[in-house]
């Protein structure tokens, strides 16, 4: 089983649909700090249509309490700042993957401490600052599976 981990997301509709997504492949999904909304968001739940209560949801303070409770896990740090490609990795069962807030990203002090683990998803020089949450967690979640399969 693979881990999504959100950072403080924003949008409901990006966390439902994320949380529809952890169901269909079996991962489980990690919400960390502040949210930008309730659990209860009528737009969360909407977005995941009527499965959010089979999705295996964890809710953490922060992301060191997440890390010091799996500290043997391997995490990934997703971001437009780095250069190797999320398929340059190896994944295995278990690893962690970290998305930042879709408005933000992750902090830069994270990000800076744990550079060997930084990947990015290659786009097009020019053409747009990210993609959005959900469409970055299915594409770097499909290739974990297709290594794993």
Not at 127 to 146: G, P, Q, W
Request: with cysteine; proline share 4%; charged share 20%.
């Amino acid at each position: 089983m693979f881990n999504i981990v959100l950072v403080e997301p924003e949008i409901p509709p990006n966390t439902g649909s994320v949380g529809r997504l952890c169901l269909a492949t079996g991962a489980h999904l990690h919400l960390v700090g502040k949210l930008g909304f309730s659990l209860d968001d009528s737009q969360l739940k909407r977005a995941g249509l009527d499965y959010w209560h089979k999705v295996n949801v964890t809710r953490w303070e922060s992301l060191d309490a997440l890390r010091a409770a799996h500290a043997g896990g391997r995490f990934f740090f997703l971001t437009t700042k780095a250069t190797r490609a999320h398929w340059s990795e190896s994944f295995r069962d278990g690893d962690f993957f970290v998305f930042g807030r879709e408005t933000k990203g992750l902090p830069e002090p994270l990000l800076a401490a744990n550079r060997e683990h930084c990947l990015t998803i290659p786009m097009e020089a020019d053409s747009t600052r990210s993609l959005n949450l959900s469409t970055s967690v299915a594409i770097v979640l499909y290739e974990a599976l297709r290594q794993n399969a």
